[in-house]
């Protein structure tokens, strides 16, 4: 009886003699919901951001080789590549603007017209991005939070704030019920209230780096390199405490969510094993895995359909199927 938790090393090296007879995987994935429909190459080092603008087409990727590849997720062709002379550490998509973080710059880039506009502060490799409440924000290697908002059409983007607080690097952003959520070296979580843009709450419950964020449903869910994923839920103060802490045997990396046609949510949860691991919430029961060369550093869902994109390590973008 084969493992189901386990991809056989030599298949994926491409020598297994035991074919059939192997008792480890030769597949990419266990269960019957979840299929590998491509794998793009093409980036010298970790991919870092991807992005899918809305009725594009495209798949916008950011690397530390210091390049954005614009590709068609359907075919995997490669139209065009996008030097940027520094490594990017993060990239996100908002409307007709793709944003690509690199140290000490956010560049803007209008998938439009293909003008460009840098917003230069001195605080750091950018690691994350969010836009809400029509402000972008970013978190940089320095602890601090910049946000810009909307300026004049010849300077779109004004600096608006620089939001302290953090005494480590802040890792991941998210938003949800009209608060700003941060996580962090510094193994703290903190709330910002985004019409003052203060801190309004710092969450203390992870024993290591604070690495993704989920919002789902009334709760906010976050994983660490601690190996446990805490759900935080509302009390009626106001604050915001743990509810349930599911351990997991592995370090985590990375959260995403999707519904499924049968409105269930699903639970992307990336473990330092080279493997995604898929949860059915609020039970936490494991319906399969996705494996890979690599540990899988972001998971970001794809139109609908279905579709999600994960990025890796060596430059690699796997495209999958949820059915």
């Known amino acids: 009886q084969k493992d189901q938790n386990k991809v056989c090393r030599y298949w994926v090296s491409g020598n297994c003699v035991k074919d059939s007879k192997c008792g480890f995987l030769h597949s990419w994935s266990s269960g019957d919901s979840l299929s590998v429909l491509a794998k793009l190459e093409g980036h010298e080092k970790a991919v870092t951001g991807i992005a899918l603008p809305v009725g594009t087409g495209k798949l916008y990727s950011g690397s530390l080789d210091g390049t954005v590849r614009i590709c068609d997720y359907h075919t995997g062709h490669c139209a065009r590549v996008i030097d940027q002379y520094d490594k990017i550490g993060s990239l996100i998509n908002e409307g007709r603007w793709v944003f690509v973080g690199m140290p000490s710059l956010v560049k803007a880039l209008n998938i439009e017209n293909s003008t460009e506009f840098s917003l230069e502060q001195p605080f750091g490799q950018v690691n994350d991005m969010v836009v809400a409440n029509d402000m972008l924000f970013a978190g940089t290697q320095d602890g601090v939070i910049l946000a810009w908002k909307g300026g004049s059409e010849a300077n779109p983007f004004q600096l608006a704030a620089s939001m302290n607080g953090h005494t480590g690097a802040v890792i991941c952003l998210t938003v949800g019920s009209k608060l700003l959520y941060s996580g962090s070296m510094d193994r703290t979580i903190r709330v910002w209230d985004l019409e003052t843009l203060h801190s309004i709450m710092t ?17 906010l869910l976050s994983c660490s390199l601690d190996q ?46 080279n493997s995604v691991r898929l949860y059915e919430l609020p039970s936490f029961t494991e319906i399969c895995r996705l494996f890979s060369k690599q540990k899988v550093r972001e998971i970001q869902m794809g139109p609908p359909g279905g579709l999600f994109f994960t990025r890796g390590g060596t430059g690699m973008l796997t495209i999958g199927k949820w059915s």
């Open 203 to 219: 969450l203390h419950g992870h024993s290591d780096a604070v690495m993704s964020f989920l919002c789902w449903d009334k709760y």
């Open 228 to 273: 446990t994923i805490k759900v935080w839920g509302a009390t009626e103060e106001g604050n915001l405490e743990v509810t349930i802490t599911p351990k997991e045997e592995h370090v985590l990396l990375a959260l995403s969510g999707l519904n499924d046609a049968e409105s269930k949510s699903i639970l992307f949860l990336s473990c330092n094993d």
